[in-house]
């Protein structure tokens, strides 16, 4: 059974594979970017990293279901750890932190290995597509309790928000 299970997940549809491997070379290249920007700028406190990397793998552990009627959905906490990562680390540490988190939550929930690959990878690119959001802005750290940092903020988890969207349905659309 667990031969036939692994036989599977190996058999996926070449364009799915082509998919996969784009999305996580996309993600490779803007951690590359990161790592290789890391002293730009101001170093974070000693407790920042390690307190966005929890949030954002804390924030795929534990989903919240809501349900209206019959239908019934599961969201996770991303966009919320997002936008305190934002907020909290610049754009480098961010993608660093993310990163490690992701990995760390896909992994405590047990995904298969190609959905963790593909889910950290498609969940790298959209934190990426947000930081991009904020340098584009000329806030690379947007202050949360202003009213122009809180907007900028919501952009960007906006844009995070899509691009996990347009990922996943491009992953579900070509699985079939």
Known sequence: MEAARS???????????MLIVAVGAAALISLAVAVLTLGVGDAPAWWQVPVGIALIGVSRVFPMRLQLGSSATSQ???????IVGLAL???SWLLVAAAIG?????????????????NVAASMIAVAMACLV???????????LTAGG??????AAAVSSVTTDVACASAVGLSR
């Open 7 to 17: 036989a599977s997940a190996i058999a996926l549809p070449r364009r799915l594979r």
């Open 76 to 82: 996770d906490w991303g966009e919320a750890a997002l």
């Open 89 to 91: 680390l610049s754009p």
């Open 102 to 118: 992701l990995t760390l939550g896909y992994a405590w929930i047990r995904l298969e290995a190609v959905k963790l690959f593909f």
């Open 134 to 144: 904020l340098v584009l802005l000329g806030s690379p750290q947007p202050d949360a």
């Open 150 to 155: 809180a907007a900028v903020l919501l952009l």
